[in-house]
């Protein structure tokens, strides 16, 4: 039997990243010869103005002062050494509109890489500190994982997918989803939040798994 995870994420969401790693582990756990893994969009941020904010002006007004943030980031960092994942928050300036970035990975899924694109996201944003909501920035991770730089620069400066984006979102808030990351098992039902490989084993692996089984989500930053 075949299963299709549609994986809804925002890429700078760090509890996803997180989340990507732990699902990669429950397919060790338990390997799902014949999957489908598709990556789906959803904003954190939806008001996020096109060229981005600094980040320590959205971080005091995410978190109401630096002590939370120093908090919040203080148990990413944990769970991102547990699954190998070295979380660099003082590299990262900017935040920005994830639109550009969701529509890379959309376009990445055209030459079948859609997972190593999103991987590279991740790790440009969360471990160096890159800016990708820019379109140059976003064209060289693409060409660092096989896609032609310059095609995918003139994808990115058109307008090609924003709105698909945006109806991508929106849907994912209809469904009910308010937070990420969320996991679309067969189109059937959700496990919410960066769930521990051996919940996704039962959760997404498993067809003893109920259909009603959904899970709280973990917060977004």
Request: proline share 5%; hydrophobic share 40%.
């Amino acid at each position: 039997m075949s299963l299709k995870i549609d994986i809804i994420v925002d890429t700078v969401c760090p509890w996803c990243y997180v989340g990507k790693r732990r699902f990669e582990r429950a397919l060790e756990i338990r390997p799902q010869p014949d999957i489908q893994v598709g990556w789906r969009a959803f904003q954190l941020n939806p008001e996020m103005p096109r060229e981005g904010m600094d980040r320590r002006t959205y971080v005091a007004e995410k978190f109401g002062g630096t002590e939370r943030a120093h908090s919040v980031h203080a148990s990413l960092v944990q769970a991102g050494e547990e699954e190998g994942i070295s979380f660099n928050f003082n590299n990262i300036e900017k935040t920005p509109n994830t639109v550009y970035s969701h529509r890379l990975v959309r376009y990445a899924a055209k030459f079948g890489l859609q997972t190593p694109v999103i991987s590279a996201i991740f790790d440009a944003y969360f471990l160096e500190g890159r800016d990708i909501g820019e379109p140059d920035t976003l064209a060289r991770i693409a060409d660092a994982a096989g896609m032609d730089h310059d095609d995918t620069l003139a994808f990115l400066e058109s307008d090609r997918d924003t709105e698909t984006i945006l109806a991508e979102d929106e849907l994912a808030r209809r469904l009910g989803v308010n937070g990420v990351p969320c996991f679309i098992v067969n189109r059937k039902y959700a496990v919410s939040g960066a769930q521990s490989p051996e919940v996704l084993v039962i959760a997404c692996c498993d067809s003893r798994a109920a259909p009603e089984t959904i899970f709280s989500a973990a917060p977004g930053a």
